[in-house]
C-alpha cells in the first residue's frame, strides 16, 4: 500500500515539477561567417520549446554597430509582431535589436522566430549574441528561455590594387633642335635611297623588255619569234633570187 501510495506522489510531483524545467533554446542559422566589406548578409533566429508550448516570444540580439548595421527585420510565419516601445527597436548606434511577437495558439516544435539583415561596414571580427532581456513565455507566462547563443562574424576588407608611383610613369622626351636637324636629314636620306632603290628594278626591267620585244618579235614567245624570223630571212632570200635571176645580163 505504502509502494503505491510513493508511485503516486513521484508521479503527481513529476507533472507539477515539468514546466520549471522546461526551457527554451534559441538558435543561429550560422556560428560563424564571413564576409565581404560593403556586403550584405543574413541570419536567421529560430526558438525551440522542446514540447512545450510558447506563446510569446521577446528576442534581444547585440552586435559591434562599429563593424555591422541592421537594416531589416522579418518574421517567420504565424508570429504577430508587437509593435511597443521597449519591446521593437533597431539601434545602430548602441548595436540593439529587439523584436517581439506573440504566436496565437501557441507552439511547442522548432520554428523560425526572424530572420536579420545586417550591412558589413567595414573589416574586423566581432560576436552577435543573444541579449539579457530576451524572454519566451509559457502558458503560465513564465519566462522559460536558456542559453546565450552567439555568432562570429568576421569582415575581410576589398583587395586594394596597387598605384604607380610618379617617378615611375612615363615622362615625354625634349629633343633639341640639333638632335631634330639630324633626325630630318636621316630621314631624307632614307628617302632618297628608296627611291633609287626603286627605281632601278624599273630601268632593268625596261631594258630586259626591249631584248625581250626583239627576240620575240613582240609575240610574247621566243620560239614563236624564231619561226617568224627564219621564214621573212627565207622570203627575203627567194626574191633576191629571183630579182638578180631575172635581171638581164650585161653585153660585152
Known sequence: MRKNILIVLLVVGTAIAAPAFAVTTVFFSHQTINVNQGQNFSMIVSVNPQNVSNYTEKIELNYPSDLVEARAFSFGNGFMPVAQPGYDLIDNINGIL???????????????????????KKAGTGVIKLGGSSFALDVNSQNVISGTPEMSVTIVAPAVSPVPSKSAAA??????????????????????????????????KSLLAQIGDVLTLNTGRIGVGIVIGLTIITLLGIVIYLFIKKRPPNNP
Not at 172 to 186: F, R
Open 171 to 204: 615622362q615625354p622626351k625634349v629633343t633639341s633642335p640639333k638632335d631634330e636637324e639630324a633626325t630630318s636629314t636621316v630621314v631624307k636620306e632614307e628617302e632618297k635611297q628608296q627611291t633609287v632603290e626603286n627605281s632601278l628594278p624599273l630601268t632593268k
Open 98 to 120: 529587439i523584436k517581439t511577437a506573440g504566436y496565437p495558439g501557441g507552439f511547442s516544435s522548432s520554428a523560425t522566430f526572424g530572420t536579420v539583415s545586417f550591412y558589413a
